[in-house]
C-alpha cells in the first residue's frame, strides 16, 4: 500500500537523489547541483507545506509538490516536481500516485489540478493523459536549462474533476 506524507528534513536524501538523477533532472525545476547547495532550497520547500514523499511500505518511490493557488483560484492547485525513483518506474505506480493526489485534491475542495511538462517528456504525458489530464495549450519558452543554455516548451495540461 502507498502513502502520501510531508517530507521532512529526514527525507533531504532521497529528494535530492530523485532531483538530481540524470534521466528525470532536466524535466525537473533545478539544475543539477551539490547536495549543500539544495539544502537551503530543500529547507524552504519544507518551509512551504507543499513537498511530499509516496512510500510504498518502508521505502520511498516518488516525490511531488502540490501547491495550491488562492483568492479567486483557491479551487486549484499545482503539481509540480513529480518524479518517481528511476527502478520504480513502469510499474503502475504513477496512475496510482496520480489517482491518490486527485481523490485527496477533491477532498480539499479543489476542482482542478495544473501542471506543466516539457514537449520533450513523453513518457510522463502519457501517463498525465492516460490519468485525465488534457492539454490545455503551450507555454512557450518556460524553463531554461542551465546544462544546455537553451530554453524550453512545456504543455500546460490541467485535470478538472466535477
Known amino acids: 500500500m502507498i502513502t502520501h506524507q510531508l517530507a521532512t528534513e529526514k527525507d533531504f536524501r532521497e529528494i535530492y537523489e530523485m532531483y538530481m538523477d540524470k ?7 533545478y539544475d543539477t547541483m551539490s547536495s549543500e547547495n539544495f539544502k537551503s532550497i530543500y529547507n524552504e520547500l519544507i518551509r512551504t507545506n507543499t513537498l511530499y514523499i509516496v512510500k510504498d511500505g518502508d521505502e520511498t518511490i516518488a516525490t511531488y509538490r502540490l501547491i495550491p493557488k ?3 483560484q483557491s479551487h486549484i492547485c499545482y503539481l509540480g516536481g513529480f518524479t518517481i525513483k528511476p527502478n520504480m518506474q513502469g510499474k503502475g505506480f504513477g496512475k496510482q ?19 506543466t511538462v516539457s514537449l520533450d517528456n513523453m513518457a510522463a504525458i502519457a501517463l ?7 492539454v490545455e495549450g503551450v507555454v512557450k519558452k518556460n524553463y531554461k ?18
Open 23 to 29: 534521466s528525470s533532472n532536466k524535466f525537473l525545476t
Open 70 to 72: 488562492t483568492d479567486r
Open 128 to 134: 498525465y493523459e492516460k490519468t485525465g489530464f488534457l
Open 145 to 162: 536549462l542551465g546544462s544546455t543554455g537553451h530554453y524550453y516548451d512545456e504543455y500546460l495540461m490541467a485535470l478538472v474533476m466535477d
Open 97 to 115: 500516485i496520480l489517482s491518490d493526489i486527485k481523490k485527496n485534491a477533491q477532498a480539499a475542495g479543489k476542482i482542478r489540478i495544473e501542471l
